[in-house]
């Protein structure tokens, strides 16, 4: 794996091997961090690498800290800000996952949201593909429940709700799956251990809303959009039973990490005809475009390294 040579951490640019907290730190006990996921992607012509929506993550990310009680003087502008100055010093020339974090620093025992002070750490690293098989995935329905917005609120990235991803992800892949996608408590489709969920019905795209305890997705509020105005599609958020998923036409997943990814077999039964569909892979196709900075109508999307 590739490291980063350099961490924002305490406050200022650090070297990589001096970012390092005490292990009675709160947030490694407690799982008291928030954290975001964003992509820089390297646009060879150019020679740069752009940020994709990073207003958008940060604005998620601080959201996530206010639900965990969390403060901090920075805004969405000035994290870009220091994320561009950290990307800057990495000299990255290549795809990179840039991974900001604010977690409760203080040390000792005691397990609370209040009274503790708050950090924020951001660092990157060269970042290729999440999904191996983006365009034929295998998923399984996971045994797991998705937790409930009254457990742990999956509307944030809360590092302590990633245990519930973690046992997703393992169990799907160590029974021969790609993925796994989740039920609600409610036995509803929420999402995958890290990506949200699309299917076709019809002609009509249709996701969980943001109400199943689902994360906001970036990409899936990129998709939506992308579906909508370049594919002319009708979009839908509702709620998505079970059993839909065996009968749908198509069926993907979209996440930073993951991005795009076709899924064509769920628990051996194929999706439509058991290949990708004209629909991801039209979207596919333009979100790759769009990130690698390619397209000048969503050029807003991209900030320059
Ligand atoms: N759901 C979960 C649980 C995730 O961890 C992620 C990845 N951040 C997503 C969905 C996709 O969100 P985004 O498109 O913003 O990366």
New binding site residues.
Partial sequence: MDLPKHVFFEGKIVPFEEAKVSVATHAFNYGTGVF??IRGYWNDEKKKIYIFRPY??YR?FLNSGRMMNMHLPYDEESLIQLTLDLIRLENWQTNIYIRPLIYKADLGIGVRLHDLRDELTIFSMPFKQYVKNDTSAHVTVSSWRRLDDNMIP?RG?ISG??AN?ALIKTDAQRAGFDEALVLNQDGHIS??????VFMVRDGTVITPPVTDN?????????AMELAKNELSLSVVERPIDRTEIYICDELFM?????EIVAITKVDYRPVGKGEMGPVAGQLRELFSEIVHAKNPKYAHWNVEV
């Fill in positions: 975001g996921g958008d993550h998620r999956a990235k709700a990633y991803s999402e995958g251990s890290a990506m949200n689902i994360l906001e997705g970036i990409t899936r509020k990129t979209t996440g930073s990490a993951a």
